[in-house]
């Protein structure tokens, strides 16, 4: 079923709607997910959560994309209830992306001082544009579903050792375009 008619059935509030997110999307949400929580149960609690959220505000809103907005959600969702579990104790996930992004993207008072943050994000996304299709898919997949290098890896034949050089020349490309664009990191 196309998004357009999912998101149809949303609006006119069929069950059947959520039915057919989890049989086109489920097994991207999933993978998103567990690439930051790296719990099956916990995961599966989150996608059902992020269902539940798509059905509570369709309507109002009407997504371009229900990939996208599921994405979004779902990120937000998992990021929430990693960031709640490890209050107290450092996990190799989530913590292991943000640290990889620490050095180009700027410390949240940071952005305050120096764009606020949905232009921040346009600025990413003018870089993303820049990009051949591949880095971008790479780093869309790595900063954003939060794919293992490995995994990533293994689908581009190389090893993980150059991948690895691959992703840090990118963060440091966005770096210093951030910093051509006055954002101090």
Not at 106 to 116: G, I, K, W
Not at 161 to 175: G, I, Q, Y
Request: proline share 4%; with cysteine.
């Amino acid at each position: 079923m196309e998004d357009f008619q999912i998101i149809d059935l949303y609006w006119q509030r069929n069950e059947t709607a959520i039915t057919e997110t989890d049989t086109k999307y489920g097994g991207f949400c999933r993978r998103i997910s567990n690439n930051i929580l790296h719990n099956p149960w916990d995961s599966e609690e989150c996608v059902n959560d992020a269902y539940s959220r798509c059905w509570d505000t369709m309507p109002p809103q009407r997504p371009m994309s229900l990939r996208a907005y599921l994405g979004a959600i779902l990120r937000n969702l998992s990021i929430s209830r990693y960031r709640a579990e490890h209050a107290q104790k450092r996990f190799g996930g989530a913590e292991l992306l943000l640290s990889e992004l620490e050095d180009c993207i700027p410390a949240p008072e940071n952005v305050h001082r120096t764009v606020e943050a949905g232009e921040l994000a346009e600025l990413i996304g003018a870089w993303l544009k820049t990009l051949e299709r591949e880095d971008r898919a790479l780093f869309v997949r790595r900063y954003w579903n939060g794919d293992s290098v490995k995994l990533l890896a293994g689908e581009l034949g190389l090893r993980p050792n150059a991948l690895t050089k691959r992703l840090l020349r990118l963060r440091e490309n966005l770096r210093r375009q951030l910093e051509r664009e006055g954002v101090s990191v």
